[in-house]
């Protein structure tokens, strides 16, 4: 598996109004704009940094994962993202190792890329994306 460099870093927030506030307004990072991915029942805002990106994250739905997370450990880091050379060789790979993987098969996720997310019961409590983009 050949990983590419972070991608971006996943933070889950209850309101993107507010999550927006500080990442833009104090820190100073610039908006790259908002997406909602019916999908995963998410709402994402990206802010570039360097080669990376933050990416805040705000549940559309009571019952959808970030929600779930938000309910469980509340608001904050939720979650690492590599961008990889290849996704289907990387779950292969990872697969042969007999890694715990919560995506089988790559979806798509905000901004076209195709993303599949590693169990943290795998990675030691992190939960780990895997992203290529074209």
């Known amino acids: 598996m050949e990983i590419l460099k972070i991608d971006h870093l996943g933070i889950a927030v ?6 927006r506030a500080f990442w833009s307004d104090v820190l100073g990072l610039a908006f790259e704009g908002e997406e909602t991915v019916a ?3 998410v709402k994402t805002a990206f802010f570039p940094v360097g080669e990376s990106e933050v990416e ?6 009571a019952d959808g994962p970030v929600a779930r997370f938000i309910e469980k450990k509340g ?3 939720q979650h690492v993202a590599f961008r990889v050379a290849n996704l289907d060789e990387a779950l292969a790979e990872l697969k042969a190792k007999n890694i715990q993987l919560i995506d089988e098969k790559p979806r798509l996720g905000a ?4 993303i599949a997310f590693l169990h943290p019961k795998a990675t030691g409590g992190i939960l780990v994306e895997l992203c ?3």
Not at 14 to 19: E, F, R, T
Not at 111 to 114: D, T
């Open 14 to 19: 209850n309101s993107m109004q507010s999550g």
């Open 39 to 41: 999908e995963q029942k």
């Open 56 to 61: 805040l994250l705000e549940s559309t739905s």
């Open 111 to 114: 901004g076209g890329a195709r």
């Open 132 to 134: 290529e983009r074209s």
């Open 75 to 77: 608001t904050g880091f």
